[in-house]
């Protein structure tokens, strides 16, 4: 049986979330400009989890906003943190609270925003359109016969009801047409319920319409063929980005390089590459693109399982099976090491396996040795968190090389207990004469950027999979 919309609970969220708002209409200016923002050394962006913006393929964060961003990020000599918010109300909240210093999404610009935030210069237009059922499907057979009464004009909409995100551009152009019609159109916004879902909702047939962007309807397309995209509601609407009023010289430099991006090569392969009809990856019903709770690999019960074997959260795991083998198990590297983990063959036989163990065998092993590292350092460095990046190290070049590290670090002046900007950067001095026969050094040279880009890159990716998938047990 279907099931009913119920008006109670939408009503009780928009209550609930109208006490959340309150949050980004406060007077407090948050007074983060371009400085602050290189003095910590990262641009913080909250973009959105969906098939164009930003998901993980095969455990590979990708995505167009993102794509962007790090080419932004580059250009400004920073890095760029991600935070995942499919909600433009608390998108709003987070950037009028300092808590992020840019929104990057694939939404349409609303003119409403608070008196606080404004958009960039536009990357690109879209089309808002109305997303409805076009026929029914039950289970995997379709009855492909079109429902009669399609909308196809304005005046059509008149005593309908449509669903939106909370204070979206969608809520604003609805509203603009229900004035056009005398009040006519029912606007319910729904603070909770992103672009993405809404429109999940009337494929269920859970709701009769709701709006989406274009960009986002061509890649709903290939997921929701029951849905049909082709009513206009409003034209040529800006996909910008977000940022506070008060961030003037941030403003510069983005809107700077946006005119000069936009006219890039790189630019127009990216908005192919995600965009284009024809060349669109058509990845979104493959089960390792990761928007929603989906997998990264077919291994992630495994890694789930045996994570809870060192007490590390799965999706860390994952991050290294990934940096060391792309989840592939019969992998060989040019310096012998096999499988899943990538171990060594003498590391494989003390840890009782060979080529010929199976994926979850792998999986066992490369998890034993992660305890032997734990033991080995777990006198050395107290934090339990700041250990795995030693471990990490390890992992890729023998905890001998990272013990020399640090001890090279109070003569280097670095924190022999701390790895990011200070046993990282002790490692890579190693391959310096000076360090490498330093009495204390008992391991040699080691030219260490290997080691210091593999443990950047397993928690940089680490971050992306928190993003994107849930912890779980």
Same mark, same amino acid.
């Given at each position: ?40 050394? +990262? ?61 990057? +999404? ?34 995997n057979m379709p009855n492909k016969s079109n429902k009669p009464g399609l909308i196809a004009q304005v005046v059509s909409l008149k005593g309908k009801t449509v669903y939106v995100p909370f204070m979206s551009a969608q809520a604003e152009a609805m509203h603009e047409l229900a004035n056009e019609l005398q009040g006519n159109i029912h606007v319910v916004e729904l603070p909770q319920y992103t672009q993405e879902k809404l429109v999940e909702l009337v494929a269920e047939g859970e709701l009769e319409y709701t709006i989406c962007n274009s960009i986002l309807a061509e890649s709903f397309k290939k997921q929701f063929e029951q849905l049909d995209f082709s009513f206009v509601v409003k034209k040529a609407e800006p996909i910008a980005w977000t940022f506070r009023k008060s961030s003037t010289k ?82 060989? +590297? ?140």
């Open positions: 049986m279907k099931k009913k919309l119920i008006w109670i609970p939408i009503l009780s969220i928009l209550l609930f979330s109208c006490q959340h708002k309150l949050r980004f209409f406060s007077d407090k200016v948050i007074a983060v400009d371009l400085l602050d923002i290189e003095k910590r050394g +990262s641009i913080i962006v909250a973009t959105s989890n969906n098939p164009s913006d930003y998901f993980l393929y095969k455990g590979e964060p990708n995505g167009f906003q993102l794509e962007l961003l790090e080419d932004f990020g580059n250009y400004l000599g920073l890095k760029v943190d991600v935070i995942v918010c499919n909600n433009p109300s608390e998108n709003l909240a987070l950037l009028n609270n300092g808590e992020c210093d840019l929104l990057a +999404s694939s939404w349409n610009i609303s003119s409403n925003d608070n008196k606080y935030t404004t958009g960039s210069i536009p990357f690109y237009n879209s089309n808002l359109v109305l997303v409805q059922k076009r026929f029914e499907k039950r289970g941030f403003a510069e430099k983005l809107n700077k390089w946006i005119i000069g991006y936009k006219k890039t090569t790189r630019f127009a392969l990216l908005t192919d590459k995600y965009f284009n009809k024809d060349s669109h990856w058509g990845v979104t019903n493959n089960q390792y693109v990761a928007y929603k709770e989906v997998k990264i690999s077919m291994y992630d019960d495994l890694i789930k399982k045996y994570s809870s074997d060192i007490n590390w959260d799965w999706r860390l795991l994952a991050a290294l099976i990934y940096q060391e083998s792309r989840f592939k198990p019969n992998v060989k +590297s040019h310096r012998g090491a096999y499988g899943l983990m990538q171990m060594m063959p003498s590391t494989q036989e003390y840890f009782g396996i060979d080529s010929t163990a199976s994926p979850e065998q792998q999986i066992k092993a490369g998890v034993k040795y992660i305890k032997f590292l734990d033991r080995s350092f777990k006198n050395r460095i107290p934090d339990p968190l700041e250990r795995i990046n030693f471990i990490l190290a390890s992992y890729n070049v023998g905890p001998g090389h990272i013990f020399d590290a640090q001890k090279l670090a109070p003569k280097l002046g670095k924190n022999p207990l701390k790895w990011f900007n200070n046993v990282d950067t002790c490692l890579l001095s190693k391959s310096n004469p000076d360090n490498y026969n330093d009495p204390q050094v008992q391991f040699g040279y080691c030219k260490g950027v290997e080691t210091f880009s593999f443990v950047s890159e397993i928690i940089n990716r680490f971050k992306h999979y928190k993003n994107v998938l849930k912890e779980g047990k």
